[in-house]
């Protein structure tokens, strides 16, 4: 029976007048275009912007919440000083004015900075401004800076900055148009939220194949045409396998690997020589090939030289020297890793891993693309087209946050150099600034000249021998988190899961201030949370706090906010300036280099202040060199300003487009007073599109080197060649076995490490946690997942995400569970070698056998963030970082739990065992106490009119 | 289903109410065909108490609306909804049946009070079955969705209505013999279609599973796919209750359901027929059991409604409604 | 015409994104806002949602796969939620969108009761059922851009996995679809004839075709002869 239809009048629309503005997102690190309207004074709708290069008009759970972000009761209102007498961490402050809070700040700064700069830590979490912050350490003369990149994902940065001059995470990212194959290694959700999401829409219409290789099976994964289930921590073993399949057929790009990368450079072979395993170079320290023409050694090689891939030859001295290739192929080629014998280790089959790599290998030499583009390479040479090996790749913190995440990031960009398949048409291709040379040539600035005066450059870069490291002569470290000292050479982006247990540990020494912006380190941004909290509450033998003093930037009442002396509220996405800047992590996509900004839709309703005006205030206060004049007046009134008229070199600022004075420049030029009036008339973005003849083959296309020259994102114009054997890893491998001729580490640990990990080609070890102990003890991997709808900790706080997530299981095979006795609602004992936690379980199918994981971030401190304390967020829900120790348990505490290469974080290295709870033993644990509790409304109206 | 309390009291009170306002109209039409004389006011009495126990039942389900102000527009959809017949109809029965009340109280003539007498058991029965139908009428509940409602709701109305009216005229001279028998007959009757429902109840006509829900029944890739293959919930996309949880995803403890299971049992049908069989006149005893059938009649309630399950249960993670 | 949305499960990554969006424009709308939201900050997180996204796993491991599945009404062609309605407040208009008309409801449950799909939840403040409208007051707004005339579920979604138009005409991208990917109705058994459509999985790109085994003995050497070849050749 069909319903009968009716006509009615429907309800009038509010009529107040509509306003529309464009801005950035700030729900996450994706910065997504949106446009906002309003009605009357009223935030009525945030959606995303058609036009923006990032969303093309998508928008994801979190930003469609944006008004209940806005909404939250957690919002900081005044500047917060810890109440005297009451102790660190319980959370009771007095309200204070701004003027004296700056007073406090600019007294105590001022005095470190006279006496010993390095004293000031400053540290910022998941934040956008790095290129400000970095630029605000450099300038006030401490190398005590770093952002989240070393528990987050440098080993994907420094693995690909090391090795193909540009990386996964925010540097690049797969051709969604073109590729026909795509392999997804351990990727959630990504910063590349919705890029990602539209990307795998554009696959699937395509009918290209999309696989997976994740341990769990949700988000993309669900949706994959193929999943692997992969062992966690094996991935480079399995990508390993496929390069000895590849190698094994023979199937591999002759052209590509000879003309872009160092596969026929030289290596010398000279055991125990000082130079054994460096290249073999001529006078002008080119390195050599052997030329199959002229069967001559040569450091000029021209678009005509022949490279000899493979070979032993014998250099001038009479030494004897390898090509690259031949050295890798002779490992790889080794039985070791033939499919059969990885396969029980990666929990993948042999037929499997050796169809993956056909299959590859088909589309890539089969499936060739070819466009009617014409280029010049690197040396002149001027093709009539582009090929592309239409085979591309993504990965992320399933690779990464392992302690063998680098050389695993490493073996699969070798692959990607096997099928010829990066930056050319369907490849994973580099998002401007990138490429870059592999490395970048920037060296950790470590110390001023005197105090009062700027670092010569940026406190982070990319060491190339042990000369580069921030030690001093002795081998001690000279940051507070010991980035760049002998236990993590490379750690490019710093290791902020380090300092507070340094700090306190006074170890390598102590400091006086802890300056933390947009970071959560009392909870979830820290290893052994609970520790980490009785840390930053620690005295020593004269009542004083081991970290005298502790700054707190943020917007809302996090965890971290409890442990604060100072209190500096932020304002919202909605009410301040921001540059999303070039300069920092790009927003661009492959064939578009582009910035953004954010500008103030809404007057904050409350007493705070955008952070970036208070670093720009501050820096004029203590006559920062780059913030003052020469007669020591301030030069920018406020952040607004100092964006217009700040240039790092002449023509560079923050922001790239409508420069020059009549903003008619992209990119370079002089600044312009009207920068941002340009930018919200475009809705608050730039966009820069590459001519075709730009697009491909970057890291050796002439025009492309001469324009990224120009636009100032690299020093010269030559070919960036990419490292399949890494020099800058065998320097300090030479270090380690004594035979350096430059610093060596003293310590014998040090040394074995640097032996072992230093593997100057891509080589898989079992994740460091899991090497100390027998596998039966804890015989599960324990890793966490992001949710979609959740970022880190700071969505709990919105009325309408945490309705979908408030609470969280840990996640365990159906067939392991029945196995262990174990259902779904039980409670049950995590136990790691470390300490153990109490939350409840749930099976599923799509869980790797060895496997158990959660949703990252969704318990909270009790009081925090606005919630009630008696929210499922503080009751129900656990915390996985009480589990994971932020030191290994061999070396005395002297190694961190990190990837001993880079510094990364290993938060997935985690083992634990699972046990049933006993009858009546409920309720999450540890259980942590509760902060003072915020009034927050029992009932929210949103939109009643 | 969520079982709510005015729901209950509703469909119980008014059902009894509804019952015994039948018997008593039947009665009526029993004296002008067959010689009998006996005393008229108590079952007037009855009939006065039958109706009150109506209106109470309707009073107990405007409770349960959330928007109560708006009530006077239920009868605006009277040619598809039950629940606008039944408010209609329940109106017309009340003013009839009192009308018929008044006639026998004030002796009007014999004819008119048949013809108002056939009216009310008429909209009596009407009424019950448009109370029923509602639930019937509902494809989504497959312990509704049959024929079995309706019948058990007129069963159990004249039945507890019968056994109201033995309690009432208990304590008169009237003889109670034949309507002793005529309850304890309803009784059985009801007891039989109550075992024949609960036995549909077990069965596994009309199961709705998870796999349909999904449309995943012949496989994930739809067309040309792989065979039936098992499907399960893995996270229902809400950490804490909703609307449709509190509604439809409640279930009764076993322990609870089986209480009720013999509540009602002893409580609707057993003790009643013990009552009834023993025949000795006694208030207390009188007064007792109809104490007793209500507190049966709540649990045969509730049961209908905790026992149902709505197709929405598929989605929250159930494998078969 | 017979509005509706198709819902494409090859795509879906459940990311929740439609459910918000949905619950952001309607919040907000003067159709039925606002979506009251119960202990918004409480021990029992709880609102009124139109549009929700729930997930599900098919078959065993290793060959399980898991299914994102988003549910809001299907604006059914024979909606007893409609009949039903005694107040008469629940009604389908002439485009086949099914509404509830807030000023009649008196809150009674009946038409959730009948709604086999669980696409209409109560709200406690206002006592009124409430329920997709398909953006009603979006889609024929001429105040807005023809692109943004669509739901704000559909505008929203990542994956471009939602569709919004009118099925009875055939050349329209939903009807389209719906064709070609063998779209689907939900619970046919029960016949409420729901308009929506949801799109299974695709069935995966072909495999290639393994290429017959290589014996890995003197493989270095086949390398390096092939190498000679592709760089001198
Ligand atoms: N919604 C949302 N988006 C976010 C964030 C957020 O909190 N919420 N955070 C942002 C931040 S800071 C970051 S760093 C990015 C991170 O984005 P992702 O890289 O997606 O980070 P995770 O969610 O940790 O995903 C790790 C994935 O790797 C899998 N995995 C774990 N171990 C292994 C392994 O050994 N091998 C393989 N192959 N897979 C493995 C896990 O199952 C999981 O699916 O996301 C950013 N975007
Ligand atoms: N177990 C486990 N732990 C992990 C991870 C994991 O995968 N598993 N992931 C790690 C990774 S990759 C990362 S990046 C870290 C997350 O690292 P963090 O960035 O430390 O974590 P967040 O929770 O994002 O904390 C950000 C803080 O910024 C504040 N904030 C938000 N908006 C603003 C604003 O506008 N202004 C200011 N001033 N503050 C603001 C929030 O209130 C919050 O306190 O977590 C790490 N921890
Ligand atoms: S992905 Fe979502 S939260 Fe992140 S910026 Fe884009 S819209 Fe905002
Ligand atoms: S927004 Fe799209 S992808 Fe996300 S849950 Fe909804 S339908 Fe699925
Ligand atoms: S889905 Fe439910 S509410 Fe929507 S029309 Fe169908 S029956 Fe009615
Ligand atoms: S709740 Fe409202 S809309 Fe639903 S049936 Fe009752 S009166 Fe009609
Ligand atoms: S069509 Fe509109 S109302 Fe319906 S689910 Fe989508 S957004 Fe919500
Ligand atoms: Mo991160």
Redesign the pocket.
């Known amino acids: 029976m069909k319903t009968p239809i009716e006509t009615r009048q429907l309800p009038m629309p509010n009529d107040a007048p509509k306003r529309i503005e464009y801005s950035t997102c ?1 729900m996450c690190a994706c910065r997504c275009g949106i446009k906002v309207t309003f009605e009357g004074a009223k935030l009525r709708f945030i959606q995303g912007n058609r036009d923006h290069p990032v969303n093309r008009g998508v928008l994801c759970a979190k930003g469609s919440a944006g008004i209940m972000k806005q909404l939250s009761p957690a919002k900081l209102t005044k500047p917060l000083k810890r109440r005297a007498g009451t102790e660190r961490g319980a959370g009771i402050f007095d309200e204070i004015e701004w003027d004296e809070a700056l007073a406090i700040v600019e007294a105590r700064l001022r005095k470190i900075r006279d006496t010993d700069p390095r004293k000031l830590a400053f540290f910022t ?3 956008q401004m790095q290129a400000l912050t970095g630029l605000w350490a450099q300038q006030y003369g401490t190398p005590n800076w770093a952002a ?1 990149g070393g ?3 440098v080993n994907m940065a420094a693995a690909g900055l090391y090795t193909i001059g540009y990386s996964f995470w925010e540097f690049g990212a797969p051709d969604w148009d073109q590729t026909r194959y795509f392999v997804l290694w351990g990727v959630a959700e990504d910063h590349a939220s919705n890029p990602i999401k539209i990307g795998l829409d554009k696959l699937k219409r395509r009918g290209a194949k999309f696989v997976s290789i994740n341990p769990v099976r949700t988000g993309y994964s669900a949706i994959a045409d193929e999943w692997i289930a992969v062992r966690p921590g094996t991935d480079g073993l399995l990508a390993l396998a496929i390069v000895n399949v590849l190698l094994t057929d023979g199937t591999i790009d002759y052209a590509f690997l000879a003309r872009y990368t160092n596969a026929p450079w030289l290596v010398i072979c000279d055991p125990g020589a000082a130079d054994d395993g460096l290249f073999a170079r001529d006078h002008e320290r080119r390195p050599i090939v052997h030329d199959e023409v002229g069967g001559t050694l040569t450091g000029a090689v021209t678009f005509d030289t022949k490279p000899a891939l493979f070979g032993t030859f014998t250099l001038a001295d009479g030494r004897l020297a390898k090509t690259s290739l031949s050295l890798a192929a002779e490992r790889y080629l080794n039985p070791q890793y033939a499919p059969e014998n990885v396969a029980a280790r990666c929990g993948v089959d042999a037929a499997t891993i050796r169809r993956l790599a056909r299959e590859m290998a088909k589309v890539a030499f089969e499936e060739t693309i070819t466009l009617p583009i014409e280029w010049t390479d690197a040396w002149g040479h001027v093709h009539d087209s582009v090929t592309g090996r239409p085979v591309a790749m993504y990965a992320m ?1 399933g690779i990464s ?1 392992h302690s063998n995440g680098f050389h695993t990031c490493r073996a699969l960009h070798f692959v990607q150099m096997l099928l010829g398949a990066l930056d050319g048409p369907g490849n994973f291709r580099a998002r401007a600034p990138f490429p870059k040379p592999a490395p970048p040539r920037q060296l950790p600035a470590t110390a001023p000249a005197h105090p009062r005066a700027p670092l010569a450059g940026s406190p982070l870069g990319f060491p190339m021998r042990p000369e580069d490291l921030a030690i001093d002569a002795d081998g001690t470290p000279k940051r507070i988190d010991k980035a760049f000292s002998w236990q993590a050479p490379l750690a490019a982006h710093g290791m902020m899961h380090m300092v507070i247990a340094n700090a306190v540990a006074g170890d390598p020494y102590p400091i006086d201030t802890l300056m933390l ?5 009392a ?5 052994n949370t609970a520790g980490t909290r009785d840390m930053l509450r620690a005295k020593d033998a004269n009542g004083e706090y081991r970290i005298p003093f502790i700054i707190v ?4 009442r ?4 409890g442990f604060a002396d100072l209190v500096l509220p ?4 909605l009410e ?1 300036y921001d540059a999303i800047s070039l300069l920092d992590r790009p927003i661009s996509e492959a064939d578009t280099i582009a910035d953004a900004i954010r500008h103030p839709l809404m007057p904050p309703d409350r007493d705070v202040r955008p ?1 970036q005006d208070v670093l720009v205030e501050l820096a004029s206060r203590l006559g920062f060199s780059a913030f003052v004049n020469p007669n020591g007046t301030r030069k920018f009134a406020d952040y607004r300003d100092f964006i217009v008229r700040y240039e790092k070199s002449p023509g560079i600022g923050f922001l790239g487009g409508w420069r020059g004075a009549d903003g008619k420049s992209a990119l370079v030029g002089a600044p312009n007073p009207r920068q941002w009036e340009a930018y919200i008339a475009n809705k608050s973005f730039f966009e820069f599109h590459l001519p075709p003849a730009l697009q491909y083959y970057r890291f050796a296309n002439r025009r492309y080197l001469e324009f990224a020259k120009k636009a100032g994102f690299i020093a010269d114009i030559e070919p960036i060649v990419m490292q399949i054997w890494s020099e800058p890893l065998q320097t300090f491998r030479l270090a380690g076995l004594q035979q350096y001729a430059g610093p060596r580490p003293a310590d014998a640990a040090d040394r074995e490490r640097l032996v072992k990990y230093f593997d100057p080609l891509p080589f898989w070890y079992p994740p460091l946690e899991s090497q100390d102990r027998a596998d039966d003890a804890y015989p599960l991997h324990a ?4 949710p979609m709808v959740m ?4 969505d709990s706080q919105n009325a309408w995400l945490r309705q979908i997530i408030a609470d969280n299981y840990l996640y365990m095979n159906v067939q392991t569970a029945a196995a262990a006795g174990l259902a779904d609602e039980d409670w049950i004992w995590v136990e790691s070698a470390h300490s153990r936690l109490r939350c409840r379980l749930k099976t599923m199918q799509g869980c790797e056998p060895n496997t158990v994981w959660t949703w ?2 969704i318990a909270k401190q009790p009081g925090a963030w606005g919630l009630a304390a008696d929210a499922p967020e503080a009751t129900t829900a656990f ?3 009480h589990l ?1 120790a932020e030191h290994l348990p061999g070396g005395a505490g002297k190694f961190s739990n990190s990837d001993p290469v880079t510094g990364q ?1 290993a ?2 290295d985690l083992r634990v065992r699972v046990t049933k709870c006993a009858a009546g033993e409920s309720g999450v644990s540890p259980a942590i106490e509760s902060l003072p509790v915020q009034d927050a409304p029992a009932r929210l109206r949103w939109g009643n009119p | 289903m969520h079982a709510a309390l005015s729901v209950i009291l509703f469909t119980v009170l008014s059902g009894m109410g509804l019952g015994a306002f039948a018997i008593v109209a039947a009665d009526e039409l029993a004296r002008t065909f067959s010689a009998r004389a006996d005393a008229l006011a108590p079952w007037n009495v009855a009939g006065a108490i039958a109706l009150a126990l109506v209106i109470a039942g309707l009073c107990f389900s405007t409770l349960h609306l959330a928007n109560p102000k708006n009530a006077w527009r239920s009868a605006a959809r009277f040619r598809t909804s039950w629940l606008s017949r039944e408010a209609v109809f329940a109106v017309a029965f009340l003013a009839t049946a009192a009308a018929f009340l008044g006639a026998r109280w004030m002796g009007v003539a014999a004819g008119a009070r048949v013809v108002l007498a056939v009216l009310t058991v008429g909209l009596a029965w009407v009424v019950i079955v448009c109370t029923a139908m509602i639930y019937a009428s509902l494809k989504p509940i497959r312990a509704w969705h049959t024929w079995r409602v309706p019948l058990n709701y007129l069963l159990l109305a004249h039945a507890s209505g019968a056994v109201l009216i033995v309690a009432i005229l208990d304590g008169t001279a009237i003889a109670m013999q034949p309507l002793r028998m005529l309850a304890a007959g309803l009784l059985l009757v009801a007891a039989l279609a109550k075992w024949e429902y609960r036995r549909y109840l077990a069965g596994d006509q009309r199961r709705v599973t998870l796999e349909s829900a999904l449309g995943v029944a012949h496989g994930v890739r739809g067309a040309g796919a792989p065979a039936t293959v098992a499907a399960r919930l893995l996270d229902v996309g809400h950490s804490r209750g909703t609307f449709l949880t509190r509604e439809f995803v409640v279930t009764p403890t076993p322990v609870r359901q089986q209480a009720a299971v013999i509540a009602m049992w002893l409580g609707v049908y057993v003790l009643q027929l013990l009552w009834l069989w023993q025949g000795t006149r006694n208030p207390i005893a009188a007064a007792l059991a109809i104490v007793v059938l209500l507190s049966g009649l709540l649990a045969e309630r509730w049961l209908f409604f905790v026992e149902a399950r709505h197709t929405v249960r598929l989605y929250h993670g159930e494998r078969r409604v | 015409m017979k509005l509706g949305l198709v819902i494409d499960l090859d795509t879906c990554v459940g990311c929740h994104a439609c459910a918000t969006a949905c619950k952001e424009w309607n919040g907000a709308s003067a159709i039925s806002g606002p979506l009251t939201d119960d202990s918004p900050y409480g021990a029992d997180p709880t609102g009124v949602w139109f549009n929700r996204v729930r997930h599900y796993e098919v078959g065993e491991f290793p060959g399980c796969k898991t299914i994102n599945f988003p549910m809001s009404c299907l604006h059914c062609e024979d909606a007893a939620c409609v009949s039903v309605c005694p107040t008469g407040a629940s009604y389908k208009r002439e485009d086949g969108i099914v509404l509830v008309d807030q000023d009649r409801c008196m809150g009674c449950n009946l038409c959730a009761w009948a709604c086999p799909y669980g696409a209409r939840e109560l709200d406690p403040a206002s006592g009124t059922m409430k329920k997709c409208t398909l953006c009603v007051d979006r889609i024929y707004d001429q105040s807005l851009p023809v692109e943004e005339r669509e739901p704000a579920c559909v505008l929203a979604c990542p994956t471009h996995a939602r569709h919004f138009g009118d099925f009875d005409d055939p050349q329209s991208k939903v009807s389209q679809l719906t064709a070609s990917r063998n779209g689907f109705g939900l619970l046919g058994e029960l016949d409420y004839k729901p308009v929506n459509r949801y799109l299974p999985p695709r069935t995966p790109p072909q495999a290639a075709s393994p290429a017959p085994a290589v014996a890995s003995e003197g493989a270095l050497a086949r390398l390096i002869a092939r190498a000679r070849a592709a760089i001198t050749g």
Do not use: K, P
């Open positions: 700030y979490g998941r934040d989240h528990f987050c994902s913190r946050a912006f947009m970071a959560n380190m909870w979830n941004s820290s290893m930037a943020d917007a809302f996090s965890e971290t906010v932020d304002t919202t996405y301040r952070w890793i966490t997942q992001r970022y880190h900790s700071w990252n971030a915390l996985l970082n994971i974080a938060w997935f």
